[in-house]
């Protein structure tokens, strides 16, 4: 069965949860054949109720000491755009999909997804687009993330927050 992790890190971003979950966004997961959607809510006040079927499983958890073997095992990441979390879903080479979260103000996590497609390492969405994306993107279009691209990655991470 195939498998969607989603992450919100250590924060929260209810508007994600929220979306992932809607009727339409699962209809697309099960037609593109996801069966198990896996979600990490971190300190969200939005909170699904799991439930398992024939069709389909949701699991909830807020946080784990690790979540390595999520995105490992995963066969699709939806994620914040946080650096954290794009780092590690790229570097273990599961296809990505960020969601910026358009509601924060000086918004760099933009900045980062938007370099990370253009480099053609993953595909990114708002909430509002979310289903869309879902149902267009080619996840073998996608480029790998090489090992020792980590400084690269930590450059224009630089750049975007202004420290550089």
Do not use: W
């Amino acid at each position: 069965m195939k498998s969607v992790f989603v992450t919100v890190g250590t924060t929260s971003f209810d508007e994600l949860i929220s979306c992932v979950t809607s009727e339409d966004v699962i209809q697309a997961l099960r037609e593109l054949g996801y069966g198990r959607l896996v979600l990490q809510i971190g300190r969200g006040a939005v909170e699904p109720a799991p439930y398992s079927s024939a069709e389909f499983t949701l699991e909830v958890f807020r946080y784990k000491d690790s979540i390595t073997e999520e995105i490992r095992t995963a066969d699709l990441v939806i994620s914040h755009a946080g650096a954290g979390s794009c780092l590690e879903t790229l570097g273990a080479g599961t296809p990505l999909l960020v969601v910026v979260n358009d509601q924060l103000m000086n918004n760099h996590q933009l900045e980062l997804a938007r370099q990370l497609h253009r480099d053609g390492h993953l595909y990114y969405c708002t909430c509002r687009t979310l289903s869309d994306t879902l149902k267009t993107m080619d996840l073998s279009a996608l480029n790998p993330f090489l090992p020792g691209q980590t400084e690269k990655f930590a450059t224009f991470l630089d750049k975007a927050v202004g420290l550089q």
